[in-house]
């Protein structure tokens, strides 16, 4: 009995050691949390006063003056970018406009040259014959026209001096009482000022000869420039497609054929739609007896290249000289020739044949031509449209591809997610889910009361 009672005893004391170890456990639990309790609820207390005494600016900000500001420290970044280029460009101005000179020309030559290998000659042999003959063409029609106005330049002079002497009776006989003394005066001053501006008219001189240096020099090297595009075009576009980066390198690759096709159907349409020009009336101020026909319809075909512009200014000229050569009756039907050949162009051949080329607003031809002339000149100003065409082309199918791609990308996440909804188990929920900042914490009463 005595044994019985003494492992009694044991057992009593364990169970009371055990159930003290346990009361203090609980009491260190509790103790802990506790502790925790008051240091997240100090934490939220020191929020509340950090966000009563100061809120956060971003906030106090309204929605749209962000979007303003987001978009223009963009746009000033692309514009210092865009001012970046300009200027760079503005350095080497000639090596630019040859090059984009070249470009025209090789978009105009180089069907000729795919032609000529396609039916057996070497690549090398088809851009040498063909920049043979296209230079050949050129330096016929620049000697033919130099050949036309020396030709005619006794008998424009002439006729030039009857031109003005008939305007000068016809402002002496008109009604704005005009006489002969005051012409006379006026003749008198232009020629005191030609007199005393020898040495502007010298300084002028040799600003020429460095201008016909520079248009040498720029003829050589788009010639240059124009046989290496025709031999080894598509060996450059895959070493200018090696700078750009990868991600963006498969659409600039699509893009690139697509603008050319559109530099070269602008190339061809202009020309056809400038030779029209040119030979209606050339033919009409022929007709009229106008000198100096030929040479002013090779005039009426260069500026034609010049949208919008180009057309008004060799009209006027042609104009001009059928009035002071032939007279007023002679001018207005050079004129009416003029105007009717200018509105079956702007009707009727440009929208036919570079209507599907060149998708841009007349507006948006105006300013390119402005701009283009304000930064070089009438080389600008012939580039500056192609040069819109093909970056609206480009600017329009990356836009595109890039749409392809959100909706390829969203149509792939769509199916994934089908996918997980119908064959893929969701992570097992463990009880613990994450509590928002301002929520209270458990109190230490609502913590489980037993040891795990």
């Not at 500001?69 to 970044?77: D, I, K, N, P, Y």
């Not at 032609?115 to 003959?133: D, E, F, K, P």
């Not at 031999?231 to 690759?253: C, E, F, H, N, S």
């Not at 199918?397 to 188990?425: F, I, Q, S, V």
């Amino acid at each position: 009995m005595s044994g019985t009672h003494t492992w009694l005893d044991r057992v009593k004391n364990g169970a009371n050691a055990v159930g003290e170890r346990r009361a203090r456990a609980l009491a260190r639990r509790n103790a802990e949390y506790e502790a925790e309790y008051a240091e997240q609820a100090e934490r939220m207390a020191q929020l509340r006063r950090a966000r009563t005494r100061a809120p956060d600016p971003a906030r106090a900000v309204p929605w749209g003056v962000r979007v303003a500001a987001e978009a223009a420290w963009r746009f000033l970044v692309l514009a210092a970018a865009l001012w970046v280029v300009m200027r760079v460009i503005g350095a080497v101005r000639l090596v630019a406009l040859a090059f984009v000179v070249a470009l025209l020309v090789t978009a105009l030559l180089q069907p000729t040259v795919a032609r000529l290998h396609r039916r057996g000659l070497a690549q090398g042999l088809a851009t040498a014959l063909t920049a043979i003959c296209g230079f050949l063409v050129l330096g016929l029609v620049g000697w033919f026209v130099v050949w036309q106005v020396l030709d005619n330049l006794d008998t424009l002079s002439g006729r030039l001096q009857e031109g003005i002497a008939e305007l000068k009776r016809w402002l002496v006989d008109s009604p704005l009482h005009v006489t002969e003394q005051q012409i006379n005066d006026v003749a008198e001053k232009l020629n005191d000022a030609i007199g005393t501006s020898t040495s502007e008219i010298t300084s002028t001189g040799l600003q020429g000869v460095t201008v016909l240096v520079e248009i040498i020099t720029g003829m050589l090297l788009a010639m240059f420039c124009t046989l290496c595009l025709l031999y080894d075009g598509p060996r450059v576009w895959q070493w200018t497609l090696k700078l750009i980066p990868a991600a963006a390198r498969p659409g600039v690759a699509d893009a690139g054929p697509r603008a050319w096709r559109t530099l070269t159907a602008y190339v061809r349409g202009t020309m056809i739609v400038a030779f029209i020009d040119a030979l209606f009336i050339g033919v009409g101020i022929y007709l009229l007896g106008v000198p100096l026909a030929v040479p002013i319809g090779v005039v009426i075909f260069l500026a034609s290249f010049v949208p919008l512009v180009g057309a008004v200014a060799s009209g006027a000229l042609a104009v001009i000289v059928a009035l002071v050569t032939e007279g007023v009756f002679t001018a207005l039907m050079a004129l009416l020739v003029v105007l009717v050949v200018q509105q079956i162009e702007g009707h009727i051949l440009q929208p036919f044949i570079l209507g599907r080329a060149v998708r841009l607003h007349p507006l948006a031809v105006l300013l390119a031509v402005a701009t283009g002339g304000l930064v070089a000149g009438i080389g600008g100003a012939v580039v500056a449209v192609p040069l819109v065409a093909v970056a609206n082309t480009v600017i329009v199918h990356l836009r595109a591809y890039a749409a392809d791609d959100d909706t390829d990308t969203e149509r792939t996440t769509g199916e994934g997610d089908l996918a997980d909804a119908e064959g893929t188990a969701l992570p097992a929920d463990d009880g613990e889910r994450p509590r928002p900042h301002d929520e209270e914490p458990p109190r230490p009463e609502e913590r489980p009361q037993g040891l795990t």
